[in-house]
């Protein structure tokens, strides 16, 4: 059997909104990957540490909150510390413009706004993981 | 030392990403896997493992949070540690899983002590991934006991688990059906432990006393047939309310006390050890015969098949014949 991408879709901090990370979820799954969902409010430490045990490919974080500047390098910082610094990170919700360039210097893959096709989202993970 | 055996040491000693690495090779069944399988079997064969099955929406995932929450106040010892294998279902269509328990099982995400992986069924139809015997044995090996596996949400027949866990807990819900359902074959003979959860609803009453009669009912045509008397324990729990979870811990104890002092541990495990021989020896016989066999001499079968000329059965007999 070939190999199946597997992706965590998660939820840091403290926003109570799923709809998008649950309709991405979807989407992935129906482009044939497995992926782990593991609910609202997760500290960066739950999701790396989550990560690991699924070792997973990729890691979507939802962040409607405003908090993605604490959250995403602390979440990026767990996964390298525990040697998973290949996961391919990436970002959706509500992220102002100007926080786009900081985010990917962190090595963020990339950010998606309110709007973005899925299969935009679907394309990237297939090109950026192999 | 090789790599193999560099990785199954890792394993050994508790690295966390090295048994992921390892369960994900498992699952795509990558060369050299075989070779750590080999080492760790013979560190494996301590964990008691319990299945908990039943049809979706009953509340296993969260009853098995629970559960594992019981488990580790229970367990005196610090190094203690508990394994779950959480499968959802793969789509026939896509081939993508959507794997959502780890939804239920939150507050262990960061317990050391636990250790959770989403497996995605890949086809297989008993209810549990094919893959999930060997992840069984590294889990074992790296001290995971107990190990839960809790299988996708199950209708009447994925009964897979059984040949598995040692421990069988199926997990009903009120209001899912009457006496004639409770009577049907399958699921609900392979328990162990009869659990219905969300007892906190009304119907679980009715649900409990129509699952009781049935278990009556085995209980008197086993005596009447073997003289020997095996009770199921039924158990009432409400996972979210936490409640019937420490009867749940004891009746689990209980059948793993059972197992011991009688032989039938060694029976279900020599019992499980044949059925996954069995299916092995059936894929390597399968890719034996295939690897000796002319693809175009197979198709030109299954048209004279698909002309009514022969049979399936006389195509079978063929096929067989044209390998030696």
Request: glycine share 8%; charged share 20%; net charge neutral.
């Amino acid at each position: 059997m070939s190999k199946k991408l597997r992706v965590l879709i998660a939820k840091p901090g403290l926003d109570g909104h799923d709809r998008g990370a649950k309709v991405i979820a979807r989407a992935l799954r129906d482009a044939g990957m497995e992926v782990i969902y593991t609910g609202l409010r997760q500290t960066p430490e739950m999701i790396a540490s989550a990560a690991l045990q699924e070792d997973v490919d990729a890691v979507g974080l939802s962040i409607l909150s405003g908090a993605h500047m604490t959250l995403v390098p602390r979440v990026i910082d767990l996964l390298t510390n525990n040697g998973q610094e290949n996961v391919q990170v990436f970002v959706g919700g509500i992220i102002p413009e100007d926080d786009i360039k900081p985010l990917k210097k962190l090595g963020v893959r990339a950010v998606f706004g309110p709007g973005t096709p899925t299969h935009d989202v679907v394309d990237l993970l297939w090109k950026t993981i192999d | 030392m090789s790599h193999s055996q560099s990785i199954a040491d890792r394993v050994i000693q508790g690295d966390r990403l090295a048994l992921a690495r390892l369960i994900t090779h498992i699952e795509n069944h990558i060369e050299d896997t075989r070779q750590v399988l080999d080492m760790l079997y013979p560190r494996s064969g301590e964990a008691h493992i319990i299945g908990v099955t039943g049809p979706s929406g009953t509340g296993k995932s969260t009853l098995v949070n629970v559960l594992t929450i019981e488990l580790l106040k229970s367990k005196s010892s610090e190094d203690s540690r508990i394994g779950i294998i959480a499968v959802d279902p793969t789509s026939p269509f896509t081939g993508g899983a959507l794997l959502g328990d780890r939804v239920r099982m939150q507050r262990h995400s960061q317990d050391s002590r636990v250790f959770i992986r989403s497996m995605a069924s890949r086809g297989a139809a008993g209810g549990i991934a094919r893959a999930a015997h060997d992840v069984v044995i590294a889990m074992d090996a790296a001290g995971y006991n107990p190990i839960i596996i809790e299988t996708v949400g199950a209708g009447q027949s994925e009964v897979a688990i059984a040949s598995l866990a040692h421990t069988t807990m199926v997990i009903e819900a009120p209001g899912l059906g009457d006496d004639v359902q409770a009577a049907k074959a399958g699921l609900l003979e392979i328990a162990d432990i009869l659990v219905v959860n969300k007892s906190d609803k009304p119907a679980a009453e009715t649900t409990t006393a129509s699952l009781r009669r049935m278990l009556k009912f085995t209980e008197e045509i086993q005596e009447q047939e073997s003289g020997v008397q095996c009770k199921v324990p039924l158990i009432n729990t409400s996972a979210i309310n936490h409640a019937g979870v420490d009867q749940l811990v004891e009746a689990i104890t209980a059948h793993q006390a059972y197992l011991r002092s009688s032989d039938m541990r060694k029976k279900s495990n020599l019992q499980r050890l044949r059925n996954q021989l069995d299916t092995m020896l059936r894929d390597a016989l399968f890719a034996q015969w295939q690897s000796g066999f002319d693809q175009k001499a197979y198709d030109a079968i299954i048209l004279q098949v698909m002309r009514r000329e022969v049979s399936p059965y006389q195509a079978v007999e063929m096929l067989l014949r044209q390998a030696h």
